[in-house]
């Protein structure tokens, strides 16, 4: 009977899927992201870990084919997050900080995206469809941004790392040391 006992505990355990935690609370997409999924998740490393952002290309179909054209040349590796205002955003994309970018701009994709933290959304100028390049990741909930920008992603995996980045004056969010982004590429590349 204990025979009986232990191998329907080892079968129930078997039967729910193997994901890994991750320090902010969500599953470790890395580990856990069906391969024909990884086509729409990037990677970003920083200093402090790894960052898996799900793209949404049902949403800004623009917008993401256009990061995922970046990052296949690499444009993105060594970028400062030029940007970062504590408890609500942090920016990068600008080959030269905040100006500056890849020279092709998008027209807006504006979407029912969620405003939360872990939102990954395009950055303008005072023209809306004049995204670039430079994204921000939200570090807080931002429901004043709704209907303001280009929603394109989410980060899944390592909040914790994002939540380190070097932040910036309370004036503007610039960065007097800023930190970098090491390399960003897809995970189906991995």
Do not use: C
């Amino acid at each position: 009977m204990t025979m009986k006992i232990v191998l329907l505990f080892f079968a129930l355990f078997a039967a729910f899927p193997a994901t890994a935690a991750s320090t902010d609370g969500k599953a470790g997409a890395r580990q856990s992201t069906p391969s024909s999924d990884k086509k729409d998740v990037l990677f970003i490393d920083l200093k402090d870990g790894r960052v898996l952002i799900k793209m949404h290309p049902e949403l800004a179909p623009k917008h993401v084919a256009r990061i995922k054209e970046l990052v296949g040349q690499g444009f993105y590796n060594g970028l400062r997050w030029f940007r970062v205002i504590d408890g609500f955003m942090a920016q990068t994309g600008g080959s030269y900080g905040d100006r500056g970018g890849s020279g092709q701009t998008i027209p807006a994709e504006i979407n029912a995206g969620p405003t939360t933290r872990g939102g990954v959304f395009m950055s303008h100028g005072k023209d809306i469809n004049s995204a670039d390049s430079q994204f921000f990741i939200l570090l807080g909930d931002a429901p004043h941004i709704k209907d303001n920008f280009t929603y394109w992603g989410e980060v899944i995996s390592g909040m914790d790392a994002v939540d380190k980045i070097a932040k910036g004056n309370s004036l503007n969010g610039s960065v007097d040391r800023p930190d970098r982004v090491i390399k960003m590429g897809l995970l189906a590349n991995e």
